[in-house]
């Protein structure tokens, strides 16, 4: 289970496809595709392997209009979702 | 072979047409009775020998043809086990598709059908061909062509049982093909449940995603997630003698973008009841009536 210190990096085994203003995203195992819209893109953007979750979710909270509970909630829960799917991984692997 | 008569099925799927040279010859006319599809006398683009394979064991069917499929370096190709085998031989355009004779008896047809994809697939780059198969149902409505798609249970057979004061095109799997500046959406001999479909073809106007809801309701949903439901309905361009690779799913995803460019997609919610066909008239402005088909678009 992913926590606050958690630091994530995108798979680069994922590839990824931009189209409009969201991302498609294939998973690993290539069958599956998953879509990031508005907020799950500006989450995608900010893992790269040096922020933290809690550095993501500040920037979140900074960035829309959301109380810090709820946003801290629903990342957590959007990036373990992302974990098992294999589209990020853990920066230590 | 076992004997060496055989009885010729033509497969028509778009401007490809596949020549299927059954053994026993009572396959084609099986296959005759089941592919509802245009007529053609273009020369063939693929020559197949489709020859039933006897056997004792009771085969574990698979859920995709894709995935246990081995194929040689020499254009052979086995899938589950022996399931279906065959080779391709591209240069000559010809090839042998060998299913066990359980695959040509009533609803397992629709397994066999799938071997089909692959086949189109391979005529396809043969032709240097640009048209994709999407897991869908359509219907031509005042000339226009929509596409429903959505997994299996999400209603496209229903949307085309409600459909029939139109142009049904089928509800299993349609052919998109670029035509202009847009794609045209097109019937294929393949089937799902619905048998009243008529093969047509019409410029493509819109794709819904298909929801069963409590409501009729038309909402427009983003390109990425357009683009994720559509390329999850197309059926992976891999041939007869090809494996998918790391490439296939970002090319169907490339095709989906390309579709999209020109074609909006929504999101249908929708009752086991033709209502949806009152606001698709509206949103696209369609003329339609209340008396029989729209057939405007038979070829």
Request: aromatic residues 6%.
């Amino acid at each position: 289970m992913l926590e606050l210190q958690s630091i994530l990096v995108q798979n680069p085994a994922c590839p990824v496809r931009e189209i409009g203003e969201g991302l498609v995203i294939m998973a690993p195992e290539g069958t599956v595709t998953h879509s990031l819209e508005s907020i799950g893109v500006f989450i995608w953007n900010h893992i790269d392997g040096q922020n933290s979750l809690q550095m993501v979710l500040d920037a979140i909270v900074a960035e829309y209009d959301v109380a810090a509970d709820t946003a801290r909630e629903d990342l957590l829960e959007f990036v373990n979702q992302m974990h098992k799917s294999g589209l990020v991984l853990t920066a230590d692997g | 072979m076992a004997g060496t008569e055989k009885q010729q099925c033509r497969l028509v799927v778009g401007d490809l047409v596949m020549d299927l040279n059954c053994y026993p010859p009572a396959l084609a006319d099986v296959l005759a009775n089941w592919f509802i599809q245009e007529a053609s006398d273009r020369p063939a683009d693929l020559d197949l020998d489709l020859e039933l394979v006897a056997h004792e064991d009771i085969p574990e069917l698979p859920n995709s043809l894709l995935a246990n499929k081995l194929v040689g370096s020499d254009g052979s190709f086995d899938v589950a086990g022996g399931l279906i085998t065959g080779c391709l031989d591209r240069t000559g355009a010809r090839g042998s598709i060998r299913p066990k004779a359980t695959l040509a008896r009533g609803r397992l047809l629709r397994i066999l059908e799938q071997i089909f994809y692959q086949a189109f697939h391979s005529a396809n780059t043969l032709r240097g061909g640009d048209a994709c198969l999407v897991h869908s149902s359509a219907v031509i409505a005042d000339g226009a062509g929509f596409l429903f798609v959505g997994p299996s249970g999400a209603g496209k057979s229903t949307v085309a049982q409600l459909s029939t004061n139109h142009h049904v095109l089928g509800d299993e799997m349609q052919l998109l093909a670029p035509e202009g500046e847009g794609f045209t959406v097109r019937s294929t001999p393949f089937n799902g449940t619905f048998r009243n479909k008529l093969p047509g073809q019409a410029p493509l106007r819109a794709i819904f995603i298909l929801e069963q809801a409590d409501a009729h309701r038309l909402t427009a949903i983003g390109p990425a997630e357009a683009a994720s439901a559509l390329a999850a309905e197309i059926v992976p361009p891999v041939g007869l003698d090809e494996l998918p690779t790391p490439d296939t799913l970002p090319a169907m995803v490339e095709y989906a973008a390309r579709i999209l460019e020109y074609t909006p997609v929504w999101r249908l919610e929708f009752l086991p009841d033709p209502g949806f066909w009152e606001i698709l008239a509206t949103e696209f402005n369609l003329e339609i009536g209340d008396g029989p088909g729209d057939r405007s678009d038979q070829p």
